[in-house]
């Protein structure tokens, strides 16, 4: 992709937002703290999660990727290989090796601001291989560029998913971003 989906600061989840979360993944969310990145549709693309579910149960992915068509996009990046290659390089490219070690390390202290799970690993596969590239577009996502070098690189590997319209509508949610005007079109 040429230019990259923009930042967007994180945010309190709207109803809107958990209703599309609803749609986006056919279940209700557990554990959401925070509309972490929007798409530029509008709609949530990453939630930030609590390091514990509700039920005690821990949930070390802080960055969870809700958006369907991102999803899809990165699942086929997966079953390229990409992630194998990635691995291989971190091999064989000790700066690259280093600074996806200093993304683990961010991802485990943002985690660790809102609680501690000794003993868990980051997410994705960090700091030694990759293992989910979903995990580390939506940490690249959440935290901007430059801190998940390849979250960053997969990003730049995606098409534009949003350029055919949202994901999901939430029908009788107007005035909330990426809602107003979007029944009928596709909702794929």
Known sequence: M??????????????????????QLGRPPRGLRAIAHRCPCGQPDVVETAPRLPDGTPFPTLYYLTCPKAASAIGTLEANGVM????E????????????RAAHEDYIRRRDEIEELTGFPSAGGMPDRVKCLH????HSLAAGPGVNPLGDEAIA?????WRKGPCVT????HGTAGTEGTEGEDAQ
Do not use: N, S
């Not at 390089?89 to 996806?100: I, K, N, Q, V």
């Not at 995990?135 to 939506?138: H, K, M, Q, T």
């Not at 939430?170 to 949610?173: E, F, N, Q």
């Open 135 to 138: 995990v580390l577009v939506a």
């Open 157 to 161: 590997m995606l098409p534009e998913w």
């Open 170 to 173: 939430v029908p009788g949610l």
């Open 84 to 87: 194998k290659e990635m691995t």
């Open 2 to 23: 040429q230019t990259p989906p923009p930042t967007t600061p994180r945010t309190e989840p709207t109803d809107a937002d958990v209703a599309a979360f609803k749609q």
């Open 89 to 100: 390089r971190l091999a064989t490219d000790p700066e690259l090796a280093a600074a996806y």
